[in-house]
């Protein structure tokens, strides 16, 4: 379902025992979607490899991002945002655990 109106914080649920992941607009090459973690990471050995450009911001919270290649480590903070390259294998190293850390992804 697409979401034309709403609020970034809201309807967040009070139990999230898997990572949430939501669609707010979709259209042709472009989609939008809120993510929110609390304590979700992805799971060991397992790598994210799109095949699209995915562009990130936190919106609230922090978060660590591990590329596969030199194993480099990126902490975000609010407000921070990163382009991910299709095909950059990746994971979600951490996030925290006892605040709600919202992402807007961008998948273009």
């Known amino acids: 379902m697409q979401i034309t109106n709403g609020n ?4 967040i ?24 973690s609390r304590g979700h990471v992805t ?4 790598w994210y ?7 990130v911001m936190l919106v609230q919270g922090q978060a660590r991002i591990v590329y596969e290649e030199g ?3 990126i ?4 407000g921070d945002f990163l382009l ?3 095909h950059t294998r990746h994971r979600v190293d951490w996030t925290m655990p006892d605040l709600d850390t919202i992402w807007l ?4």
């Open 8 to 11: 970034i914080f809201a309807n």
């Open 13 to 36: 649920p009070r139990q999230l025992p898997e990572e949430l992941f939501e669609s707010i607009l979709k259209r042709d090459h472009v989609r939008i979607e809120r993510i929110i």
């Open 43 to 46: 799971p060991a050995n397992q």
């Open 49 to 55: 490899d799109q095949d699209v450009d995915e562009w």
């Open 71 to 73: 194993n480099e480590t």
């Open 75 to 78: 902490h975000l903070t609010s």
């Open 84 to 86: 991910i390259p299709a």
């Open 105 to 108: 992804a961008i998948h273009l």
